[in-house]
C-alpha cells in the first residue's frame, strides 16, 4: 500500500534554514491532510492540516503547501530550530476516518 | 492541555498469550482509533469506534483483535493469542466529534514485545 509516499527518508538542514519536506499521494480521493512530528518512545504529535479544498495553510513557522494536481504536498519550516529535529510523517484520509500515513522523514536541524 | 494516555509503556508476553492495551482518550472526543507500527515500518490503521461500536477496522484487525470502552473513560485493544509478528508499537488516538477536520490525537503508545 503505497498511497502516501515520503521519498526522502532523512533531510540535514542548518538552524534558522528553511526545512522542506515533502508528500506525494496516489489517491484522489484524499480529503484532508495532515503532518505529524514523532519524537522516539512518544506517539505522533499533530502539527498542521489542510483540506483538499485549499492550497496553504500556516501556522506561526510552520506552512502547509497542497498542489492537487500534482498530488504533492509540502511542509516548510522557517525558520528551523534544533527541537524540530524528528520524524515527520504526512498522512491523508478519505472520506472515511482512517489516516494512512506515509514512511516519515527523519528531520535533522544542527546548529 | 489535555492528552491522550496509555498503559502500560511497555508490554511483554509469551506467544499464545492474551494481552489488553489500555487507553483513556480525551475525555470530549467521541471517536477513538488504534493503530500499530511495526519497528521500521509505517503507522498503519487497525480500526475505528464510534458510539460503542466498530465503524471502520483493516485487514490486520482480524478475529485475534477486539476493541471495547468498558466504562466512560477507558478504551482497550484485546489481542487474543498474540503472535510474533504482533510484536509493535501501539497508538491509541481520538478526537472531538463530527467536522471533517477535526484532528486526531494520538497517545504515546505501548511497546509491545512477544517473545
Known amino acids: 500500500d503505497q498511497q502516501v509516499k515520503q521519498n526522502s527518508p532523512s533531510l540535514s538542514v542548518q538552524e534558522g534554514r528553511i526545512s522542506i519536506l515533502n508528500c506525494d499521494y496516489t489517491?484522489?480521493?484524499?480529503?484532508?491532510f495532515l503532518w505529524y512530528k514523532k519524537y522516539p518512545a512518544e506517539g505522533p504529535t499533530f502539527l498542521i492540516s489542510i483540506s483538499s479544498i485549499k492550497d496553504k495553510n500556516e501556522d506561526g513557522r510552520f506552512t502547509v503547501f497542497l498542489n492537487k494536481s500534482a498530488k504533492h504536498l509540502s511542509l516548510h519550516i522557517v525558520p528551523s530550530q534544533p527541537g524540530d529535529s524528528a520524524v515527520y510523517f504526512c498522512a491523508a484520509r478519505v472520506n472515511t476516518d482512517k489516516l494512512i500515513f506515509g514512511t516519515g522523514t527523519r528531520l535533522q536541524v544542527f546548529p | 492541555e489535555p492528552e491522550v494516555t496509555q498503559t502500560p509503556s511497555h508490554q511483554v508476553t509469551q506467544m499464545g498469550q492474551e494481552v489488553i492495551l489500555r487507553c483513556v482518550p480525551i475525555s470530549n472526543h467521541l471517536y477513538f482509533y488504534w493503530y500499530r507500527q511495526i519497528l521500521g515500518q509505517k503507522v498503519e490503521f487497525l480500526v475505528s469506534f464510534y458510539n460503542n461500536e466498530i465503524s471502520e477496522k483493516s485487514e490486520i484487525f482480524d478475529d485475534q483483535f477486539s476493541v471495547e470502552r468498558p466504562d466512560g473513560s477507558n478504551f482497550t485493544l484485546k489481542i487474543r493469542s498474540t503472535k510474533l509478528e504482533d510484536s509493535a508499537m501501539y497508538f491509541c488516538?481520538?478526537?472531538?466529534?463530527?467536522?471533517?477536520?477535526?484532528?486526531?490525537?494520538f497517545g504515546p503508545g505501548t511497546r509491545l514485545t512477544v517473545l
Open positions: 488516538a481520538s478526537r472531538v466529534a463530527g467536522g471533517s477536520t477535526d484532528t486526531q490525537y
Open positions: 489517491n484522489s480521493m484524499f480529503d484532508y
